[in-house]
């Protein structure tokens, strides 16, 4: 099992990958079906999404595992089928990333409302342990709980992981502009509120994915870095914000957009930078590039 912190104090930046559901639905994922079970049924889809992200340069690598919680696969009549098609989830993005990188198991929100009584404490606490556990199981080096909007929810799941693995927990909120020129989450969370309260439950790595473009998650950053100096950052930025055009969404930040604010991201306090929605392999290699000259 290999240390991300322990890779971090070298001093490096390391570079994430970028979106999974982009590609999925390239490759024919439907509206209404559920991604981890491709995990099952198109293995080699899966598989080759990963491999992308490794050729392009990535040190690392998430698993098809965001929405394989019990609660949110109940959505598909899947709830009894998470520990398999998370310990899939992994097992695939392993073999994509080999020894030498790393592998984040993904672990996103339920979907679910605590304080709406919509599902119970121990039952989402639960959800979160069976998916922590079968990612380890299946060879991942960290868990990645992201794109979490709710303190509440959050914390259920770094401390599931952290009780139940011996594995770092990395945790990143999803903000967004108020009218007030402020960031927030969808649930009223500052980037302050996060650090502390996700540190406290546990995470070693915190940090921002989704909901923004490369150049509004640099002062998302500098928040951060305000009331935390010393904590590493990982950032998954969307390429821009979506747009609907010719009868498509699209977004609208190239690679070459994207890779001139990389490295003032980091500069700003980032210490591992990828990709979130609308990125590709050819996102993270502008990265890279720009990042190391290669």
């Known amino acids: 099992m290999k240390s991300l912190l322990t890779a971090l104090k070298k001093g490096n930046v390391l570079v994430s990958d970028g979106a999974w559901g982009t590609f999925l639905h390239q490759r024919g994922l439907q509206p209404g079906d559920c991604p981890e079970l491709w995990n099952i049924t198109h293995r080699e889809?899966?598989?080759?999404?990963?491999?992308?992200?490794?050729d392009a340069g990535a040190d690392m690598i998430l698993t098809n595992s965001f929405?394989?919680?019990?609660?949110?696969?109940?959505?598909?009549?899947?709830?009894?089928?998470?520990?398999?098609?998370?310990?899939?989830?992994?097992?695939?993005?392993?073999?994509?990333a080999g020894a030498d990188r790393f592998v984040l198991g993904s672990i996103g929100p339920t979907g679910a409302v605590l304080m709406m009584g919509e599902v119970s404490e121990q039952t989402m606490y639960d959800g979160f342990r069976i998916q922590a556990e079968s990612l380890k199981k299946g060879g991942?080096?960290?868990?990645?709980?992201?794109?979490?909007?709710?303190?509440?929810?959050?914390?259920?799941a770094i401390r599931a992981a952290r009780e139940s693995t011996d594995l770092e927990v990395i945790c990143t909120f999803s903000f967004e502009k108020i009218v007030a020129g402020e960031y927030r989450s969808?649930?009223?969370?500052?980037p302050a509120e996060m650090v502390h309260a996700v540190k406290e439950a546990g995470a070693v790595i915190i940090g921002t994915n989704c909901g923004n473009g490369i150049e509004p998650?640099?002062?998302?950053?500098?928040?951060?870095?305000?009331?935390?100096?010393?904590?590493?950052?990982?950032?998954?930025?969307?390429?821009?914000?979506?747009?609907?055009?010719?009868?498509?969404?699209?977004?609208?930040?190239?690679?070459e957009m994207m890779a001139t604010k990389v490295q003032e991201l980091v500069t700003s306090g980032a210490n591992i930078v990828g990709g979130c929605c609308g990125t590709t392999p050819a996102h993270i290699r502008a990265m890279v590039k720009a990042l190391r000259g290669n």
């Open 45 to 54: 889809d899966v598989l080759a999404i990963g491999k992308s992200y490794v």
């Open 67 to 96: 929405g394989g919680s019990p609660t949110r696969l109940a959505h598909f009549g899947l709830q009894d089928r998470s520990s398999e098609l998370n310990e899939a989830a992994a097992v695939i993005s392993r073999e994509a």
């Open 140 to 156: 991942v080096d960290a868990i990645c709980v992201e794109t979490m909007s709710a303190i509440d929810e959050a914390c259920l």
């Open 186 to 190: 969808m649930m009223g969370v500052s």
């Open 217 to 255: 998650m640099i002062r998302i950053v500098k928040e951060i870095r305000k009331v935390d100096p010393s904590t590493p950052i990982l950032v998954h930025a969307n390429a821009g914000m979506p747009v609907f055009k010719d009868g498509k969404t699209v977004f609208p930040e190239t690679p």
